[in-house]
């Protein structure tokens, strides 16, 4: 098992900032890769952010590219999301996911963003 638990999420203007913080536990060697993903009122998941947890290239949406950067401190099992000149409709509920090999199976339990006008 892996677990997985988010933090940093909050209120803040548009263009200002935020990092989300991801914290994994538990069977870490076991990890393929991590995602952060977003889901608006309304609207479907979508996938924001990610990258193999051995190293190597990172994946953004069209969305965020340019705006955010996902990141790891190998040394705390710590992925984050620096969440840079945001926008009303990156407004959602943040989650990063955890994929063992077959699918992201482990999910944290989600932080609010939500960015005013």
């Known amino acids: 098992q892996v677990q997985l638990v988010e933090s940093g999420g909050g209120l803040v203007q548009a263009g200002g900032s935020l990092r989300l913080s991801c914290a994994a536990s538990?069977?870490?060697?076991?990890?393929?890769?991590v995602g952060w993903f977003r889901q608006a009122p309304g609207k479907e998941r979508e996938f924001v952010a990610g990258?193999?947890?051995?190293?190597?290239?990172?994946y953004y949406a069209d969305s965020v590219k340019g705006r955010f950067i996902i990141s790891r401190d190998n040394a705390k099992n710590t992925v984050y999301l620096q969440m840079n000149s945001l926008k009303p409709e990156d407004t959602a509920v943040y989650s990063c996911?955890?994929?063992?090999?077959?699918?992201?199976?482990?999910w944290g339990q989600g932080t609010q963003v939500t960015v005013s006008s």
């Open positions: 538990g069977r870490t060697f076991s990890i393929y890769r």
């Open positions: 990258f193999r947890w051995s190293g190597g290239t990172t």
């Open positions: 996911a955890a994929d063992a090999g077959y699918g992201y199976a482990y």
